[in-house]
């Protein structure tokens, strides 16, 4: 299986299985003589850790990472850094009922008729749990960025049941289960998703990530473009469907006075009036906070029956036994953050050696 390496300064490989003994990745590219250890790393993997409330997959993974190599004296070398997280609790005895079953919306069918073979055990290499180490990767990345780079990442809407974003409050994300921004939209969820997970289905979420401090310049016109990288990034995540930057979609129903961002001048600067472009123009950031959203989908696995077919082109019945997440997107905020830190990252050392600092 080839293409499991992202970014081109900033080079990110992962590799391993959901139920394989570990799961891990190779960062290459990163600069040396950066202050870097576990405890870096590991704030960043505890966000997305399975198992933290009764809203996620109650597998129970401490997902404890350990740097292998590219570190010495707490510092960079400049070599690759290489990273490791074991698999504990795996139950692969779960998937037995399925292991010839295509699961309907999941990558089953997909993964055979390419390879012809494919590891059952939770979906294998195509799981959620490979976001792990995008995760850990992206906690590096923000090492290469520096502390003026702030990136955070929240969920906007519940399936149809968005928030009020008079109500965004930052402070909250790390107040409830959702990364919700808004405090009343979050209590309103803990009923919705409530629901949905005593029925055995799923739901799906709109996620955004929000980059500031990011200074001017990093992109390229036409084929190196930021914006586009980052839709690349957001929707290499599993589930994801749809991404937008800036307005996105509600951009086509502007008026064109009304979706250009105005500019004047403060104290020697340029300032912009509005953000509609999401702080990318002609793929070059602008200065502005950079703001990205994307749609995850429900969770394929769930315990409602669905038409399918096996292996051997019979038609059956599949219901998904195990632990799942009911809304997948809840996990998926951190590792947005870490996607858009990767490509920022990545673009950050295009510039630098293209026309320096």
């Not at 919705?192 to 401090?213: H, M, N, Q």
């Not at 992109?219 to 190196?224: I, S």
Request: aromatic share 6%.
């Amino acid at each position: 299986m080839s293409f499991n390496t992202f970014g081109q300064l900033f080079r990110v490989t992962t590799w391993g299985e959901s139920h394989g003994p570990a799961i891990g990745c190779v960062v290459d590219g990163c600069p040396p003589g950066i202050e870097l250890s576990e405890a870096d790393i590991q704030p960043f993997l505890d966000k997305r850790r399975p198992g933290q409330s009764r809203f996620t997959t109650q597998r129970q993974e401490p997902d404890q990472v350990k740097i292998l190599s590219g570190v010495y004296e707490g510092r960079t070398t400049g070599t690759p850094i290489s990273l490791l997280i074991e698999n504990t609790d795996q139950r692969s005895k779960d998937y037995a009922n399925i292991a010839e079953r295509y699961r309907p919306g999941h990558a089953d069918v997909a993964y055979d008729m390419k390879y012809g073979h494919r590891d059952p055990r939770g979906g294998g290499r195509s799981s959620a749990r490979e976001t792990a180490m995008r995760v850990a990767a992206g906690a590096i990345a923000r090492k290469v960025l520096g502390a003026e780079v702030v990136i955070r990442g929240a969920m906007t809407a519940l399936g149809a049941h968005g928030i009020d974003r008079a109500n965004w409050d930052w402070a909250q994300v790390d107040e409830n289960p959702f990364f919700c921004p808004d405090a009343r939209a979050a209590e309103a969820w803990k009923t919705e998703l409530d629901a949905i997970r005593k029925a055995g289905s799923s739901i799906g979420a709109v996620l955004e990530v929000v980059a500031e401090g990011v200074k001017p310049g990093l992109g390229a016109p036409l084929y190196g473009k930021l914006d586009a990288d980052i839709a690349a990034a957001l929707m290499s995540i599993n589930a994801v469907k749809a991404v937008e930057i800036g307005d996105g979609f509600a951009a086509a129903a502007l008026r064109g006075e009304e979706n250009a961002d105005e500019m004047r001048m403060e104290n020697g600067k340029i300032k912009f009036l509005s953000n509609h472009a999401g702080g990318i123009l002609g793929g070059i950031a602008t200065g502005q906070p950079i703001v990205a959203r994307f749609a995850v989908k429900p969770t394929s696995s769930i315990l409602i029956p669905k038409h399918s077919v096996s292996a051997d082109g019979e038609e059956v019945e599949v219901i998904t036994k195990g632990r799942h997440d009911p809304c997948v997107g809840i996990r998926a905020v951190p590792v947005g953050e870490a996607m858009l830190a990767c490509v920022l990252a990545d673009h950050m050392l295009r510039h630098r050696g293209q026309v320096g600092n």
